[in-house]
């Protein structure tokens, strides 16, 4: 696992700000978060959880993985499939047991395809 890299996500995060085309303000209210936190949080003096990472995420409608990587908490190489897996686990239109079945065929293929191994494929998505 990488170090938190604070400074690149601020910019990360101003410049995905920017182009929602959102005030620091409403980006904070949007995420849950106080102004000053998320002030700080651009300017690189502090480094938010997970979870302040996730609704930060959600309130610019990108994915909480992208945010891991540019903060250092996930690698690049980890992230491959997690967004399909993401996107099945939080779509609303399909039971529990259709999400299952469809992280199955998906992990299925990966391995397949020599991109998981077995060990990669058994452990649990969530």
Known sequence: MA???VGNLGEFLRDQRRNAQLSLRQLADAAGVSNPYLSQIERGLRKPSAEILQQLAKALRIS??????QAGIL???DRDGLEVQSAILTDPTINERQKQVLLQIYESF????GLVTDDEATKPSN
């Open 64 to 69: 909480a993985e992208t945010l891991y990587v």
């Open 3 to 5: 170090s938190l890299n």
């Open 75 to 77: 690698d690049e190489k």
């Open 110 to 113: 990966r391995k397949e395809n």
